[in-house]
């Protein structure tokens, strides 16, 4: 987040990891008031903020938030004490960091209020807060992936220590999206030769309305973007905004259809008993 010294306001993004390990699109902050301890000459910090538990994280994506009265904040760990983990640290719902002279410190940011930044979010992704984005910018998708290759892959001991809610996919955001990604769809054919357009194009049942494509289907055409992404035989295309829009919300919409039909977890089935 940056944050203006004089006015003391300043904008930045929230990204959140879910159970699985997999990131958030960026959502658009303000962050007003506040003091991070400014020096004569300083002219804006770089803050980042840590959020250790879910109940900030929804706090934070409900409204108006106030650091260090709707959860707890210290100044996060560096160096030695960032291996030591105090008592203090680790009961904090928040670790602030700032960086104003090239050198992240631990920061104070008490009584900072962040929120949301409506007008931001629909400028940027087309759509109000709340609500599918009808365009997903390649930087949105590329600061993901970076996160992602950043991170820890095994998050088994942190989930069961604080599980996240199982998410929920109505029928109606399903259909937002699927709309979402066929427009887009219809961009990036317009940019493709001939014989590309049926490599890929969606499947059928994608296109039209209340009907889903078949596991078969879906994995095809996921196969065929990751391949085109990942080869750099097909670097030009591979970094059309177009056909990183379409690829990101074709996964979007693989994760939603994969969270509103969760596979039960069960014993192995019981054995026929064979009489004689």
Request: hydrophobic residues 40%; positive net charge; charged residues 15%.
């Given at each position: 987040i940056g944050f203006v010294a004089g006015a003391r306001r300043g904008h930045g993004v929230v990204l959140v990891r879910d159970h699985d390990g997999e990131w958030s699109l960026p959502q658009f902050l303000t962050l007003t008031g506040g003091s991070v301890g400014?020096?004569?000459?300083?002219q804006g910090t770089d803050v980042v903020l840590i959020f250790t538990t879910r109940k900030g994280v929804e706090?934070?994506?409900?409204?108006?938030?106030t650091v260090g009265v709707d959860a707890s904040v210290s100044a996060g760990p560096v160096g030695r004490e960032a291996a030591a983990g105090t008592d203090a640290t680790l009961r904090s719902e928040i670790l602030s960091y700032s960086r104003s002279r090239g050198l992240f410190v631990g920061a104070s940011l008490e009584g900072t209020a962040l929120e949301i930044?409506?007008?931001?979010?629909?400028?940027?992704?087309?759509?109000?807060?709340?609500?599918?984005?009808?365009?997903?910018p390649v930087a949105a998708s590329e600061l993901r992936h970076f996160l992602s290759d950043l991170s820890p892959k095994n998050l088994a001991t942190h989930?069961?220590?604080?599980?996240?809610?199982?998410?929920?996919?109505?029928?109606?955001?399903?259909e937002g999206l699927r709309r979402s990604l066929n427009r887009n769809s219809d961009q990036l054919q317009a940019i493709l030769s001939p014989e590309w357009r049926p490599y890929l194009t969606?499947?059928?049942?994608?296109?039209?309305?209340?009907t889903s494509p078949s596991t078969e289907s879906l994995t095809q055409i996921l196969g065929r973007f990751t391949e085109v992404s990942q080869s750099p035989d097909y670097r030009r295309l591979a970094q059309r905004p177009e056909f990183q829009t379409t690829f990101e919300l074709l996964r979007?919409?693989?994760?939603?259809?994969?969270?509103?039909?969760?596979t039960l977890q069960l014993p192995p089935p019981p054995k026929d008993v064979r009489r004689e």
């Open positions: 400014w020096q004569a000459g300083i706090g934070l994506m409900n409204g108006k938030f930044d409506h007008e931001a979010h629909a400028f940027y992704y087309g759509t109000p807060t709340g609500t599918l984005p009808r365009r997903v989930a069961a220590a604080n599980p996240a809610p199982a998410p929920v996919v109505s029928p109606r955001m399903i969606l499947p059928k049942e994608l296109q039209q309305p209340g979007e919409y693989e994760r939603a259809i994969v969270a509103s039909n969760p």
